[in-house]
């Protein structure tokens, strides 16, 4: 189908914000009802870590809440988790940038100071604790979607590289030599991974991740044949304006 028949919603970071995944499901699903033509929603990665419900993130996530077809990516906080559960000897990397809080979510005892032999049976009752729909879903990450003039993925693409070409771990993690890059990257790259406080909308770029896990702010940009615009979901206590 051509862009003109089709619609894609587009979630930036999540970071186990189970209460506005919750909330954006709600109102991407009514946007849904009240148009016509197919929909994708497309979720851009990090869905663990740093938040308070990682393995709730995946548990809802794992069973297509939504009223269309479903995309996921991969973001690099899932490449760390699944870095910790092949080799537990990286979890003090994996604390410092919100394991600890992904690791909690799943009712596992953990502190801020353990030992190698303590990461070794955090990841063996990690990997207990994980339900069969949670690693299928960990598993069927995808690393970018491209959609019309649009091209999605997590972090970024690097300039002077085809989007043909790009490297899982740039589509991943990559941050300054994108976001400084004034290159035509041939489509739009829609991304994630560099939390701002309210969207970026660039000539070569859109930046969806409002630092959910922080701000409280989840954001969606829905891409359709008349251009852009933006869904937000909001933690109760901060204005809607």
Request: charged share 25%; with cysteine.
């Amino acid at each position: 189908m051509t862009i003109a028949e089709n619609r894609v919603y587009a979630i930036g970071d999540i970071h186990g914000r189970l209460d506005l995944l919750k909330s954006m499901i709600e109102r991407i699903n009514g946007d849904i009802k009240s148009r016509a033509g197919e929909n994708i929603i497309v979720t851009l990665g990090d869905y663990v870590d740093r938040g308070p419900d990682s393995s709730g993130v995946l548990d809802r996530l794992a069973t297509n809440p939504f009223a269309g077809h479903y995309v996921a990516l991969k973001g690099n906080h899932e490449a760390l988790f699944e870095a910790f559960l092949d080799n537990p000897t990286v979890g003090p990397d994996w604390w410092r940038l919100g394991g600890l809080e992904t690791v909690k979510s799943f009712g596992i005892e953990v502190t801020p100071k353990m030992r190698r032999s303590d990461f070794e049976r955090v990841a063996r009752q990690l990997r207990d604790a994980m339900s069969s729909q949670q690693i299928e879903f960990l598993k069927s990450l995808k690393m970018s979607f491209e959609f019309g003039q649009y091209f999605l993925c997590h972090a970024g693409v690097r300039p002077g590289v085809s989007l043909a070409r790009q490297s899982e771990v740039d589509l991943i993690w990559i941050r300054d030599e994108f976001l400084s890059s004034q290159f035509d990257f041939g489509k739009v790259v829609v991304h994630g991974h560099t939390p701002r406080r309210e969207p970026e909308v660039l000539a070569n770029r859109i930046n969806i991740d409002t630092g959910a896990y922080a701000s409280g702010r989840l954001t969606c940009v829905v891409l359709d044949q008349s251009g852009h615009r933006f869904i937000t979901a909001l933690s109760p206590a901060l204005p809607a304006g």
